[in-house]
């Protein structure tokens, strides 16, 4: 599971068709938070490779994005959630984790 991370981790650059194979390979195996990560990461690996950029490896993408951006792509539908979960579930669960996160739980 993600071996972009290990092929390129000295870049932190990969190519898309790791990016959609690392996807294919793992998201159907992965919980609700880990689906919503490598959605991102496809849709932004995709804008990325359309405007002549190498997608970022997995690590390097989640690594800096937070629940919060998450749940931020999310509202303004910059993917889908087809295959995670209801969209409103979603919302409702990323803003439950970052609630406990801010009470320190």
Request: proline share 1%; glycine share 6%; with cysteine.
């Amino acid at each position: 599971m993600f071996n972009s991370i290990n092929n390129n981790q000295n870049s932190g650059l990969t190519t898309l068709e790791e990016v959609i194979e690392e996807y294919n390979q793992s998201f159907d195996r992965c919980n609700m938070i880990t689906k919503i990560e490598l959605r991102a990461w496809l849709t932004h690996s995709k804008s990325r490779h359309a405007n002549g950029n190498k997608p970022f490896t997995y690590s390097n993408y989640s690594d800096k994005m937070t629940d919060s951006d998450y749940l931020e792509q999310i509202k303004l539908g910059v993917f889908d959630c087809v295959g995670i979960g209801d969209k409103e579930v979603i919302i409702d669960y990323l803003e439950m984790i970052i609630k406990q996160k801010v009470r320190g739980l």
